[in-house]
């Protein structure tokens, strides 16, 4: 994906703004059209991942579910969310934030704009190898600790001492676990 960027810039400082070599041109349509697939099979998903990961079970659902929301907020754009300073026409139609910065960068920077998201994606390298831990094979509770919570291994804690409580015959686990068994038949 590096080399897309580095290759379109190099493209867009050499032909731009006139473009009156339509094989340069297509090689950087084909450039684009290879970074987004491979970010569709790299970055894309990454952060959907990472953030099922951080949040720990208990927490999980709503973790994801604001991020999920952060994301689509952060992507809307200012005609969803009534923002007045940016001129929108009524005819144009609703598009992303980036969308509407994109074209802007294009003008005004021109090759910089993939230079500038370059620099970003190598942040976004050096984070995933220095900041975020390795999550392969671990369990749900041992991602929980990587990420700094120890509300996984505390979930795990009360659990067995509730099977503890059960085996032994504990009169407060049994009439929970009565209660428990009698909502189940009637369900």
């Known amino acids: 994906m590096a080399l897309m ?16 070599n339509s094989a340069a041109a297509w090689t950087t349509a084909t450039f684009i059209w290879i970074y987004v697939a491979f970010f569709g099979m790299s970055w894309g ?3 959907w991942t990472v953030i099922s990961e951080v949040f ?14 952060a994301n689509w907020m952060t992507n809307a754009s200012p005609k969803c969310l009534h923002i007045q300073s940016i001129q929108i026409s009524d005819t144009q139609p609703t598009q992303f934030l980036v969308s509407l910065i ?22 976004g390298i050096a984070f ?7 999550t392969f094979g671990k369990s749900l509770e041992e991602m929980d600790l990587a990420f700094g919570s120890g509300e996984g291994q505390a979930d795990m804690a009360r659990m067995e001492r509730i099977l503890v409580s059960l085996k032994n015959g504990d009169e407060k686990a049994q009439r929970s676990r009565s209660v428990d068994s009698s909502k189940n038949e009637t369900a």
């Open 102 to 123: 994109v074209p802007v960068m294009l003008v005004n920077i021109t090759y910089g704009t993939y230079l500038f998201f370059l620099m970003f994606m190598l942040m």
């Open 5 to 20: 960027l580095i290759f379109i810039s190099a493209l867009t400082a050499t032909y731009q703004p006139e473009w009156n």
């Open 45 to 47: 998903p990454v952060s």
């Open 56 to 69: 720990p079970l208990s927490t999980r659902a709503h973790g994801v579910a604001l991020a999920a929301s």
């Open 128 to 134: 995933a190898i220095w900041v975020l831990p390795e």
